[in-house]
């Protein structure tokens, strides 16, 4: 800025330039300086309120999948001795009434193989070829110069992949070969050498008519159980298709003794969880409400969000959620008829006593309203996919062909063609089953498949829909960053010509007061002049 003493001081005129220059600046920039605030407070209360309540919905949706995840709003089966056998549901299953009795005869288990002792992991075994035969074929295991030892024959037999695990058990006396298969009888291997082998080899054969070979420790074998008096035998104790929707595992075989399994339904639980819903869900209103308030009578400026779309958008899906339709397998389709009501200011309601005429008649459907479930119309089409892979919705599927012959299944989803993966179809990129993996296991033409979302999918998908990277809060998001930046750059504007303007009036005032100061000086000399022109003419 130009300055000099006499600009200072107003030594010319006698006015206090400084202070009117600066009234006169300030005059002018006041003004603009008061809007740029008011659009940063705006922009800035905006940018908190859509934050709030991003917040906020993400908060809801996230303790809603908690609640569900943690498993207390599901039936659960009950067993009377959890020391034979202990029984959870599967995700997604409606289990009805359970009532059943098993009893647990025998448990499934492995072939185990253990050698003769060697001195040491390192000592050869002879030369030659092994066969190896199990459930998936038959394996060669080569032993030459190269691989000749206990360690060399253990890492042969675990390179074929064979199902056959091969390890090395070192103790005191020496080092043994030990094998181990597949749990089931199914698994059950055999270990042959050509006949004639006097290698070495052949004290590693087992079965086959083979003698002085390895020793079964322990031989495969299928689990054993009734099931109501009807005898089932499974290839692991791990049993997920003896009760439909419950997996079963089994610790210990108590031939003669039953176990009795019943259900345990969450009654109490879905009840304050329907009143725990609603509570959130109010708050979450009460927070969009504040944030898209209209101007009042008092003269407020309203909420810092009303008229934005990406509220107005989550605020209608919100509204809907009473009456969506969250199950499809009969009962109760939607929270209002369970008693779940929406009041004239927007906010839920719950009417205790429907609520509990509802979860006495059909405790099933209730929870059903809760937990997603996944169905498909034909007991030869099994849904291989976990809960949430695929979106819900129903999903027909057609033109479908079971595996033979070594050629996979084939088949068409909403009328495009699946993936085939041996038994089983997977949804393509571009359907909109895309994570829906199925299994057939027999002759069917067409299914439909129906993925159920429960209330805690429904508000899941509201919150992906408004947080998508094309959605509304994102865009509102880039609007108020735009904002931000443009009232940045007014500033920076108006901070350039404030101080524009402000030397503008500095060079002006500057200018005047030499102007004024030469004037005086003039003034001076000619008083002086015609003081001296009087005195002369006395």
Do not use: C
């Not at 100061?517 to 000399?525: G, I, L, P």
């Amino acid at each position: 800025m130009v300055s000099s003493i006499s600009y200072s001081l107003g030594i010319g005129s006698g006015i206090d330039t400084k202070a009117l220059i600066d009234g006169l600046a300030d005059a002018v920039r006041a003004p603009k300086e008061a809007q740029l605030a008011r659009r940063e407070a705006a922009n800035a209360a905006q940018v908190s309120a859509l934050a709030d309540a991003s917040g906020a919905i993400d908060s809801f949706a996230a303790a809603l999948s908690t609640l569900i995840a943690g498993g207390t709003l599901f039936s659960q089966p009950n067993v009377s001795d959890t020391s034979i056998l202990t029984a959870t549901a599967q995700p997604g299953a409606r289990l009805g009434d359970l009532s059943a009795v098993i009893e647990v005869g025998q448990l499934a288990r492995a072939q185990t193989l253990e050698s003769m002792s060697l001195a040491s992991a390192s000592d050869p075994v002879g030369q030659g070829d092994l066969t190896l035969t199990t459930s998936r074929g038959a394996f060669t295991v080569t032993i030459d110069a190269t691989n000749d030892s206990l360690d060399g024959l253990a890492k042969a037999i675990n390179d074929q992949n064979s199902g056959v695990t091969a390890s090395i058990v070192t103790q005191q006396g020496g080092a043994r070969l030990v094998l181990k298969g597949g749990t089931g009888e199914a698994e059950a291997f055999t270990l042959g050498v050509p006949a004639g082998t006097a290698t070495g080899l052949e004290r590693f054969a087992f079965g086959g008519g083979a003698t002085g070979g390895m020793t079964a420790a322990q031989t495969a074998q299928d689990a054993i159980v009734h099931l109501d008096g009807v005898e089932v035998k499974r290839s692991s104790n791990v049993i997920a298709d003896l009760i439909d929707g419950i997996q079963i595992d089994l610790k210990r075989a108590v031939p003669g003794t039953t176990v009795s399994l019943g259900i345990t339904r969450p009654s109490a639980a879905i009840e304050q969880a329907v009143n725990d819903f609603t509570a959130a869900y109010n708050e979450l209103h009460a927070i969009l409400a504040e944030a898209t308030a209209r101007p009042g009578a008092a003269g407020d400026d309203g909420g810092p969000l009303r008229g934005d779309l990406g509220i107005r958008e989550l605020q209608r899906q919100l509204a809907r959620l009473p009456s969506t339709v969250l199950s499809s397998q009969g009962g109760p389709a939607t929270l209002a008829e369970i008693g779940v009501a929406t009041n004239r200011d927007g906010t839920l309601s719950v009417n205790g006593a429907r609520l509990k005429e509802m979860l006495e008649a059909d405790p099933q459907g209730v929870e059903a309203l809760f937990n997603p479930g996944q169905y498909s119309s034909s007991p030869l089409v099994s849904i291989m996919s976990k809960m949430g892979k695929a979106k819900p919705g129903t999903y027909q599927l057609t033109e479908l062909v079971p595996a033979a012959g070594g050629v996979g299944a084939t088949g068409k989803v909403d009328g495009l063609a699946m993936i085939s993966s041996g038994t089983n179809l997977i949804a393509p990129v571009g359907s909109g089953a895309i994570g829906l993996v199925v299994k057939l296991s027999g002759s069917v033409s067409s299914a439909t498949i129906t993925i159920d979302s429960g209330i805690g999918g429904a508000l899941q998908a509201i919150r992906d829909a408004v947080r998508a990277s094309t959605g509304p809060f994102a865009s509102a998001q880039d609007r108020l960053a735009e904002e931000a930046e443009t009232i940045a750059e007014d500033r920076e504007t108006l901070e350039t010509r404030s101080e524009t303007y402000y030397n503008q009036l500095v060079s002006s005032f500057t200018a005047m007061e030499r102007r004024v100061s030469a004037f005086k000086a003039t003034q001076s000399y000619l008083e002086q002049q015609i003081k001296a022109w009087n005195a002369s003419g006395d």
